[in-house]
């Protein structure tokens, strides 16, 4: 038997502490997970690694890119913290059983305001107004799944539902 394979985003939404954004560009940009290393080099090693510190990540960012200049992407830059939630159906081709499935995506973002990106200016076009924001907290759901779950603020990196820092924290 055949698993369903992965094809593609169908369709999403994003809402900010619980109310849906309008006016949104085609994609948001999500953070990219970064290990925070340290070179290893010595004695009895020929050369030199970067070794990995489990469940320590270098800064992470998210993109919003708004159609034109709208007062959301004011609001995301106000001082403080903000919840975003991406909602998402992704699609799967399932060959075997000769159809098309779905799956729900789930993204929760905890985020700081970083940069507001005015865009630019031209004739019958997009503004592309941009907000870049920090975030600190990040979980996944893919079909009702914890796969991912990382709270920098909390000491949490969980990776299908393996706590990986749990060890550490009982440690320390």
């Not at 903000?82 to 789930?106: P, V």
Request: proline share 4%; net charge negative.
């Amino acid at each position: 038997m055949v698993n369903p394979i992965p094809d593609k985003l169908i369709n999403f939404n994003v809402y900010d502490e619980g109310e849906k954004l309008v006016g949104i560009a085609s994609e948001v940009t999500l953070p990219s997970l970064e290990g925070m290393t340290e070179t290893v080099s010595g004695a009895g090693i020929a050369g030199e690694f970067e070794s990995a510190t489990p469940g320590h990540f270098g800064s992470m960012t998210t993109e919003i890119t708004f159609k034109t200049i709208f007062d959301k992407a004011f609001s995301l830059m106000k001082p403080g913290g903000k919840t975003l939630t991406l909602r998402g159906s992704q699609q799967f081709n399932d060959f075997a059983g000769g159809g098309i499935q779905s799956r729900a995506l789930k993204i929760v973002m905890k985020v700081i305001p970083k940069t507001l990106d005015l865009g630019k200016m031209a004739v019958s076009a997009m503004t592309e107004t941009k907000n870049t924001l920090e975030v600190l907290y990040v979980k996944v759901i893919e079909n009702d799944k914890e796969i991912l779950e990382l709270d920098k603020l909390n000491f949490i990196f969980k990776l299908n539902g393996e706590d990986i820092l749990g060890p550490i924290q009982s440690q320390i």
